[in-house]
């Protein structure tokens, strides 16, 4: 992960794949691929980042069980 402070940016890669976020911006570059997304923000020092997106964006598949207010994620 690596934050590019200049535009708010933040680049995750793995492996061969690679996701491109902007704090405020509401879409996201994955692998290339131009994704609309609620946007990635900043509370308390600490940056919130929409987790199914990189989570798809590695090839998880991303559950959310409603009822127990739990998220399952499995990588192939």
């Known amino acids: 992960v690596?934050?590019?402070?200049?535009?708010q940016g933040i680049t995750?890669?793995?492996?061969?794949n690679q996701i491109g976020l902007q704090i405020g911006n509401n879409?996201?570059?994955?692998?290339?691929?131009?994704?609309?997304i609620?946007?990635?923000?900043?509370?308390n020092g600490r940056t919130m980042v929409p987790l199914r997106v990189i989570a798809e964006g590695f090839g998880?598949?991303?559950?959310?069980?409603?009822i127990n207010y739990i998220v399952t994620?499995?990588?192939p």
């Open 27 to 36: 879409t996201a570059v994955v692998n290339g691929n131009v994704l609309s």
């Open 38 to 43: 609620v946007p990635p923000y900043i509370k």
């Open 60 to 66: 998880a598949q991303v559950e959310w069980d409603p």
């Open 2 to 7: 690596t934050w590019v402070p200049e535009t």
């Open 12 to 16: 995750v890669v793995l492996g061969n």
């Open 73 to 75: 994620i499995t990588m």
